[in-house]
């Protein structure tokens, strides 16, 4: 099994990749397989929440992508800029992981959640893609842009 213990520059060289959704991104320590079909193991610092276009690397140097998999989120849409930075306090409010956009906000999907930014005005759609949440003000690993998939 290849474990996976630190996250290191993006190279080009990864000879794996690893394909998670955003709740198992979370978790220091995970058991799963990479996308080619290898048992892997994540050992790796607690608090570290990996992005889609990290990546990982053994103790040997075998290096792996990490992908941000689709997952069902809400997109909250908006052209009013104030209706759109209520409904993001709002969501911040009940902790939930928000991904802000400059016209949208994703969150994993929760009906109760979707009436309440219907209530501010917002439309709100289904899809699948990638989610890539804030990871917050005291987060050291902060990406300048994220990876978009629309």
Do not use: W
């Amino acid at each position: 099994m290849l474990v996976f213990t630190q996250r290191i520059e993006h190279t080009h060289e990864c000879k794996h990749t690893l394909t998670l959704a955003y709740e198992l991104r979370q978790k220091a320590r995970l058991k799963t397989q990479s996308d080619e079909g290898e048992e892997v193991g994540l050992m790796l610092p607690r608090g570290l929440v990996l992005r889609g276009g990290d990546c990982l690397q053994t103790e040997e140097g075998v290096k792996a992508k990490v992908i941000a998999a689709p997952e069902e989120v809400s997109i909250a849409r908006t052209s009013d800029k104030l209706i759109l930075a209520k409904a993001s306090y709002h969501l911040g409010n009940r902790h939930m992981p928000l991904q802000i956009e400059e016209d949208y906000l994703i969150y994993q999907i929760d009906h109760v959640l979707d009436e309440m930014v219907k209530n501010l005005s917002l439309e709100v759609t289904h899809e699948l893609r990638a989610f890539e949440p804030e990871t917050g003000a005291y987060n050291s690993h902060q990406h300048a842009s994220h990876e978009h998939s629309h």
